[in-house]
């Protein structure tokens, strides 16, 4: 069973920035390609962004020049720096797992962002 454990969701007003955290095992660090999906009331779980192994991503076109993942090897974390955010960023973010950019399997259980004034 993959472990993730989010951190770093809040309140923020748009134009604003927060930085959304993931730990896992070392193992699934070193194996599976990491994410972060979200989830707004009335829709459907849609890909926000992913990272390999190797370090190459993938963003959503909503989100490209305004967010960034990253990797952190050393405290098996992958992170996502969230700038620029606007009221439609608003969601409950969730870590994730799997092997594909495209495609994940496993979930954490998720962290509230919502950008409002």
């Known amino acids: 069973q993959v472990q993730l454990v989010e951190s770093g969701g809040g309140l923020v007003q748009p134009g604003g920035s927060l930085r959304l955290s993931c730990r896992t095992s070392r193992n699934s660090f070193s194996i599976y390609t990491l994410g972060w999906y979200r989830q707004a009331p009335g829709k459907q779980r849609e890909l926000v962004a992913s990272i390999a192994t190797s370090g190459i991503t993938n963003y959503a076109d909503s989100v490209k020049g305004r967010f960034t993942i990253s990797r952190e090897n050393a405290k098996s974390t992958v992170y996502l720096q969230m700038n620029s955010l606007k009221p439609e960023d608003t969601a409950v973010y969730y870590c994730?797992?799997?092997?594909?950019?495209?495609?994940?399997?496993?979930w954490g259980q998720g962290t509230q962002v919502t950008v409002s004034s």
């Open positions: 994730s797992a799997g092997n594909t950019l495209l495609h994940h399997s496993y």
